[in-house]
């Protein structure tokens, strides 16, 4: 083996469980020809030496799944720079997936790339290497890097202004002659000499960014819109530059070709302070979280870095300030605002034992907490991070804008030659024939068409994080606007989740404490929150569950076990019934026809009594319902519950359609059977029991309150529980898109009008910069209206 021809890679592992995993990975990996690896079972990592001319990074890759672990794939966010229009966004994109083991997402509207990648097949400097390569720049985005970007930005946007004025006091004499000839004056005011002086400057010194740009994207083999003004413009330039040289008897084109730049800076100053209130919204969260905690350490209180709390460690938090990281309350009662997090300008008390979110307020009490989440690991940090995933996606209808766009540049020049040879043959006068062309080049901008759609998606992705409304991606935001049906579940969607004990009816001979203390023991070591329920009512009574046996479960009916050695059985009626115990139907008609649920027991082969749980309706469920109504969806409630029970629910609500006893299964075979109708299926839930039911919608919301799993599984995650945020997610979804329509219509229309007018000789170059110019502005300042939209109960 020829050392210097080694490569060396660090591949991270997942899946590997002792020590014994780690071992047989490596024995896997030492024997591939030319490859010496070590595996670290800690660190969930190999560090592999390999001759790429033996063994290649995706043979490394397959022995290690072939062996029954993964290699995961990673997700970096690239910031970019040089781009100019939607013709660099993918050139971009399609530079970066055309390496091996990498998808990539370019945002133009960002300046962003969103790049998962193969860590055996590439690695973060090779994809920056490879826009590079392309013509462009490209820098791994990480907190350091964020927190200079803003002041970069900044900087540059005020030194693109600079350029820009020097660049119109040049230019306006130039316009002001070309004013008064067009009024009915003769002759040339202004020596051509002197307009060659006055436009050098502007072509060659403001205008050096189109060069640059053009030099580069020509290099790396594509077209954009520097290539489209520096031809345009140097075309004007150099045959005035001629024609002042050698004292020909033409007009010159001076003017138009500095007031083309001229225009074109003032557009790209106009769209950079534009866009830069489209991230607005991620950076208000981001200043949210305060930089300094004052923590517990050693018997002292130090104020330190908030980054540099650890979780575990006890911090305090005064009136009127706001919480660090994350945290549980350990002394204190106070009210905090959490309107940041959930939209909800109520505030929400805390006591000991109650969740705290970093960036909320304290409003009133002095509170002592235990840290919980620090750092990447808080609520905040994880809203943040899936804001950007969603700006950084793309929605379905941005495909046709970006097929455009690839091959938008070539298609203009070709359309500019041919109106160049054509004005040129039909007048014979090549100067108009020029001027004609380079009114093509300049109006047709791909810009408008890169900006329609991501300045849209990110404005309403961010206007929704403010409003408590997190959405996974852009297409689920997109198909949230179709919903046609919504599938709701009841228990934590439509009521408040936290149901209780209201009757135990026992059978005769036994005692209720007895029938409690039975049920809570089959009950203690179920999450479930009717189990809960009969728990915390047992310990309200005082009762101590005896210890429980040879349990066993069966998903959405009952549980079974053991107690003192006699067999028991807890669950729904017709649970219980089928286990081979009658269950008398008057013990739970009267519980059932009242909207509650009812838990039957059995012990000893027998039937031991019931218990009636309630739980309360939401109070804005009702007036949810009656406003998704009002939007033309159909609601179809799905259950767990008891038939009676949940009819009953459902008719206090205004629902028609209603599915009881719906076993988890059967909710997501529901929901499949919904969309195979053609439907556009939204579900809402907030259990685990309710995660094969996300899965399977179109659409799927979960409640902020509800389980991990939930969360995870959802594209649209709710942190208010309440149904309201449904009806104003997909209104933000409906107002989204109408702008993304409009935007693309106007720029599509913009071209189409614009190019046939400019080759027919009817548009002046001039004109067409400045409406080329304020073609994007005009698409972004219609995209930030949406930071009108608001929240029906804000």
Same mark, same amino acid.
């Given at each position: 083996?020829?050392?210097?021809?080694?490569?060396?890679?660090?591949?991270?592992?997942?899946? %590997?469980? =002792?020590?014994? $995993?780690?071992?047989? /990975? &490596?024995? @896997? *990996?030492?024997?591939? +020809? #030319?490859?010496?690896? !070590?595996?670290?079972?800690?660190?969930?990592?190999?560090?592999?030496?390999?001759?790429?001319?033996?063994?290649?990074?995706?043979?490394?890759?397959?022995?290690?799944?072939?062996?029954?672990?993964?290699?995961?794939?990673?997700?970096?966010?690239?910031?970019?720079?040089? %781009?100019? =229009?939607?013709? $660099?966004?993918?050139? /971009? &994109?399609? @530079? *970066?997936?055309?390496? +091996? #083991?990498?998808?990539? !997402?370019?945002?133009?509207?960002?300046?962003?790339?969103?790049?998962?990648?193969?860590?055996?097949?590439?690695?973060?400097?090779?994809?920056?290497?490879?826009?590079?390569?392309?013509?462009?720049?490209?820098?791994?985005?990480?907190?350091?890097?964020?927190?200079?970007?803003?002041?970069?930005?900044?900087?540059?946007?005020?030194? &693109?202004?600079?350029?820009?004025?020097?660049?119109?006091?040049?230019? !306006?004499?130039?316009?002001?002659?070309?004013?008064?000839?067009?009024?009915?004056?003769?002759?040339?005011?202004?020596?051509?000499?002197?307009?060659?002086?006055?436009?050098?400057?502007?072509?060659?010194?403001?205008?050096?960014?189109?060069?640059?740009?053009?030099?580069?994207?020509?290099?790396?083999?594509?077209?954009?819109?520097?290539?489209?003004?520096?031809?345009?413009?140097?075309?004007?330039?150099f045959f005035s530059a001629a024609v002042t040289a050698f004292s020909l008897d033409e007009h010159v084109y001076f003017e138009a070709s500095a007031a083309i730049v001229t225009l074109v800076l003032l557009g790209k100053v106009l769209e950079a302070r534009a866009?830069?209130?489209?991230?607005?919204?991620?950076?208000?969260?981001?200043?949210?979280?305060?930089?300094?905690?004052?923590?517990?350490?050693?018997?002292?209180?130090?104020?330190?870095?908030?980054?540099?709390?650890?979780?575990?460690?006890?911090?305090?938090?005064?009136?009127?300030?706001?919480?660090?990281?994350?945290?549980?309350?350990?002394?204190?009662?106070?009210?905090?605002?959490?309107?940041?997090?959930?939209?909800?300008?109520?505030?929400?008390?805390?006591?000991?034992?109650?969740?705290?979110y970093a960036a909320t307020v304290n409003q009133q009490g002095f509170l002592r907490l235990r840290a919980t989440g620090v750092g990447a690991h808080t609520q905040l940090a994880a809203i943040i991070r899936m804001v950007e995933e969603a700006q950084g996606s793309?929605?379905?209808?941005?495909?046709?804008?970006?097929?455009?766009?690839?091959?938008?540049?070539?298609?203009?020049?070709?359309?500019?030659?041919?109106?160049?040879?054509?004005?040129?043959?039909?007048?014979?006068?090549?100067?108009?024939?020029?001027?004609?062309?380079?009114?093509?080049?300049?109006?047709?901008?791909?810009?408008?068409?890169?900006?329609?759609?991501?300045?849209?998606?990110?404005?309403?992705?961010?206007?929704?994080?403010?409003?408590?409304?997190?959405?996974?991606?852009?297409?689920?935001?997109?198909?949230?606007?179709?919903?046609?049906?919504?599938?709701?579940?009841?228990?934590?969607?439509?009521?408040?989740?936290?149901?209780?004990?209201?009757?135990?009816?026992?059978?005769?001979?036994?005692?209720?404490?007895?029938?409690?203390?039975?049920?809570?023991?089959?009950?203690?070591?179920?999450?479930?929150?009717?189990?809960?329920?009969?728990?915390?009512?047992?310990?309200?009574?005082?009762?101590?569950?005896?210890?429980?046996?040879?349990?066993?479960?069966?998903?959405?009916?009952?549980?079974?076990?053991?107690?003192?050695?006699?067999?028991?059985?807890?669950?729904?009626?017709?649970?219980?019934?089928?286990?081979?115990?009658?269950?008398?139907?008057?013990?739970?008609?009267?519980?059932?026809?009242?909207?509650?649920?009812?838990?039957?027991?059995?012990?000893?082969?027998?039937?031991?009594?019931?218990?009636?749980?309630?739980?309360?309706?939401?109070?804005?469920?009702?007036?949810?319902?009656?406003?998704?109504?009002?939007?033309?969806?159909?609601?179809?409630?799905?259950?767990?519950?008891?038939?009676?029970?949940?009819?009953?629910?459902?008719?206090?609500?205004?629902?028609?359609?209603?599915?009881?006893?719906?076993?988890?299964?059967?909710?997501?075979?529901?929901?499949?059977?919904?969309?195979?109708?053609?439907?556009?299926?939204?579900?809402?839930?907030?259990?685990?029991?309710?995660?094969?039911?996300?899965?399977?919608?179109?659409?799927?919301?979960?409640?902020?309150?509800?389980?991990?799993?939930?969360?995870?599984?959802?594209?649209?995650?709710?942190?208010?529980?309440?149904?309201?945020?449904?009806?104003?997610?997909?209104?933000?979804?409906?107002?989204?898109?109408?702008?993304?329509?409009?935007?693309?219509?106007?720029?599509?229309?913009?071209?189409?009008?614009?190019?046939?007018?400019?080759?027919?000789?009817?548009?002046?170059?001039?004109?067409?910069?400045?409406?080329?110019?304020?073609?994007?502005?005009?698409?972004?300042?219609?995209?930030?209206?949406?930071?009108?939209?608001?929240?029906?109960?804000?």
């Open positions: 083996m020829n050392a210097p021809s080694l490569k060396s890679l660090e591949l991270p592992i997942a899946g %590997m469980t =002792c020590a014994a $995993c780690a071992a047989r /990975i &490596e024995k @896997v *990996l030492n024997r591939l +020809p #030319g490859v010496r690896a !070590a595996v670290n079972f800690n660190a969930e990592k190999a560090r592999v030496e390999f001759d790429p001319a033996v063994t290649g990074p995706e043979v490394l890759e397959q022995a290690i799944e072939q062996a029954g672990y993964q290699v995961p794939q990673r997700t970096v966010e690239l910031k970019l720079s040089g %781009m100019t =229009c939607a013709a $660099c966004a993918a050139r /971009i &994109e399609k @530079v *970066l997936n055309r390496l +091996p #083991g990498v998808q990539a !997402a370019v945002n133009f509207a960002a300046e962003r790339a969103r790049v998962t990648y193969s860590p055996a097949r590439a690695d973060v400097r090779a994809l920056i290497e490879a826009v590079e390569r392309a013509g462009y720049g490209a820098a791994e985005l990480t907190e350091e890097t964020r927190a200079r970007e803003k002041a970069e930005r900044e900087q540059a946007y005020r030194r &693109e202004l600079g350029r820009f004025w020097i660049a119109a006091a040049l230019t !306006a004499p130039l316009l002001a002659q070309m004013v008064l000839m067009l009024g009915g004056g003769h002759g040339e005011f202004i020596p051509r000499w002197l307009q060659w002086l006055l436009a050098t400057p502007v072509q060659f010194w403001a205008g050096k960014r189109f060069y640059v740009g053009a030099w580069h994207v020509l290099r790396g083999g594509g077209a954009n819109m520097d290539v489209l003004i520096a031809l345009g413009t140097s075309a004007a330039y866009r830069a209130g489209t991230s607005a919204a991620i950076e208000a969260l981001i200043r949210l979280q305060p930089k300094t905690a004052r923590v517990e350490r050693e018997g002292q209180i130090l104020e330190v870095d908030a980054a540099s709390l650890k979780p575990g460690e006890v911090f305090l938090v005064r009136p009127g300030e706001s919480f660090p990281v994350d945290g549980v309350v350990i002394e204190g009662t106070s009210s905090v605002d959490e309107a940041m997090l959930t939209g909800e300008s109520m505030p929400v008390t805390k006591q000991p034992g109650s969740r705290v793309k929605a379905p209808i941005q495909r046709l804008a970006d097929r455009v766009s690839g091959i938008f540049v070539p298609v203009v020049v070709v359309l500019a030659m041919l109106t160049l040879f054509g004005w040129w043959i039909a007048s014979g006068d090549f100067a108009e024939a020029l001027i004609n062309s380079v009114a093509v080049l300049v109006i047709a901008c791909p810009c408008a068409l890169g900006l329609a759609t991501p300045t849209a998606i990110m404005v309403g992705t961010g206007r929704g994080a403010q409003a408590g409304i997190l959405v996974r991606n852009a297409a689920a935001l997109e198909r949230a606007e179709r919903i046609t049906t919504l599938v709701v579940d009841k228990t934590g969607t439509l009521t408040e989740g936290k149901p209780v004990v209201t009757d135990l009816a026992p059978a005769s001979g036994v005692e209720a404490g007895e029938l409690l203390r039975v049920a809570a023991s089959l009950e203690q070591a179920s999450e479930h929150p009717l189990a809960r329920a009969i728990v915390e009512h047992a310990r309200e009574q005082g009762i101590v569950p005896p210890k429980v046996t040879e349990f066993s479960a069966v998903p959405g009916r009952g549980v079974k076990g053991r107690i003192g050695g006699v067999s028991a059985c807890l669950g729904s009626p017709s649970f219980v019934a089928t286990q081979g115990i009658e269950v008398p139907a008057e013990a739970v008609a009267a519980f059932e026809a009242a909207g509650k649920s009812v838990v039957a027991v059995a012990r000893d082969g027998r039937y031991f009594g019931a218990l009636a749980i309630a739980d309360r309706l939401r109070p804005t469920s009702a007036e949810a319902v009656a406003r998704l109504k009002r939007m033309g969806i159909e609601l179809i409630m799905l259950t767990g519950d008891h038939e009676a029970t949940a009819r009953a629910t459902a008719s206090q609500l205004g629902i028609e359609q209603v599915l009881a006893q719906v076993l988890p299964e059967q909710k997501s075979a529901e929901v499949v059977r919904l969309k195979g109708e053609g439907r556009v299926v939204g579900m809402v839930g907030d259990g685990i029991n309710d995660a094969p039911a996300l899965a399977a919608a179109d659409v799927s919301f979960a409640m902020g309150a509800g389980t991990d799993v939930a969360m995870e599984t959802a594209d649209i995650t709710l942190m208010r529980n309440d149904l309201n945020c449904v009806a104003d997610a997909i209104s933000l979804s409906r107002a989204t898109l109408a702008k993304i329509r409009q935007n693309l219509f106007f720029a599509f229309f913009y071209n189409v009008l614009g190019i046939p007018l400019a080759a027919w000789g009817l548009l002046n170059p001039v004109v067409a910069g400045a409406a080329m110019a304020m073609s994007s502005v005009s698409v972004v300042s219609n995209a930030l209206l949406l930071k009108r939209w608001k929240p029906a109960r804000a």
